[in-house]
């Protein structure tokens, strides 16, 4: 049960893009596409942007999107906005409740 | 709407013991496999416990295995986190969430949990 490995932190400018890395191994993101992505802004609850590698819950901006490489999934945001400020973690899940869940170190993305 | 409503937490000296509620609303309660995810002061997400839809599975975080036990009351339509043994890096922000096969649609507002002397 070792955390996912995240950037500690990402910045860009609103318009550009950045992406955030979640480096598993092949029993957690590698090995199931059940990765999930939350957004955290200060004393806030988190709320998932992307499920299931790439699918987004409706609500979510079309500018989040989700994908997957081996053992590192990833989350872009392109178009940055203000309110993309936040801290971001990955989650994975091995397909049963029964082996729990992982969540990634956190990336704080700072729009410049 | 959903809610989830957490309460219970606040402060407990070392070794002390302390009981967490999530009252949840809005949702078939009883349909959900539920589990609580922690976050000490500046840090990031840890999940703690998770509980089948009857409560007759339950599995911990090697961290807190042995010293939580997760429960629920379908009848309340109330999840429960009982915490003993309680030692000074369980200080942290506690979350109760509802699972949607491996990721969570909604969270409670979390409740503060510290643990000191």
């Known amino acids: 049960q070792s955390a996912l490995t995240q950037p500690r932190s990402v910045s860009g400018s609103p318009g550009q893009s950045v992406t955030i890395s979640c480096t598993g191994t092949?029993?957690?993101?590698?090995?199931?596409?059940?990765v999930s992505w939350y957004q955290q802004h200060p004393g806030k609850a988190p709320k998932v942007m992307i499920y299931d590698v790439t699918k987004r819950p409706s609500g979510v901006p079309e500018r989040f999107s989700g994908s997957k490489s081996g053992n590192t999934a990833s989350l872009t945001i392109s178009g940055l906005q203000a309110e993309d400020e936040a801290d971001y973690y990955c989650?994975?899940?091995?397909?049963?409740?029964?082996?729990?869940?992982?969540f990634g170190t956190g990336t704080k993305v700072t729009v410049l | 709407q959903v809610q989830l409503v957490e309460s219970g937490g606040g402060v407990v000296q070392p070794g002390g013991s302390l009981r967490l509620s999530c009252a949840a609303s809005?949702?078939?309660?009883?349909?959900?496999?539920m589990y609580w995810v922690r976050q000490a002061p500046g840090k990031g997400l840890e999940w703690v416990a998770v509980?089948?839809?009857?409560?007759?599975?339950?599995y911990y975080a090697d961290s807190v295995k042995g010293r939580i036990t997760i429960s629920r009351d379908n009848s309340k339509d109330t999840l429960y986190l009982q915490m003993n043994s309680l030692r000074t890096e369980d200080t942290a922000v506690y979350y109760c969430a509802r699972d949607l096969s491996g990721w969570s649609d909604y969270w409670g507002q979390g409740t503060l949990v510290t643990v000191s002397s």
């Open positions: 509980i089948s839809y009857d409560g007759s599975n339950k």
């Open positions: 809005g949702f078939t309660f009883s349909t959900y496999i």
């Open positions: 092949s029993s957690d993101t590698g090995g199931y596409n059940f």
């Open positions: 989650c994975s899940y091995a397909g049963s409740f029964t082996f729990g869940y992982v």
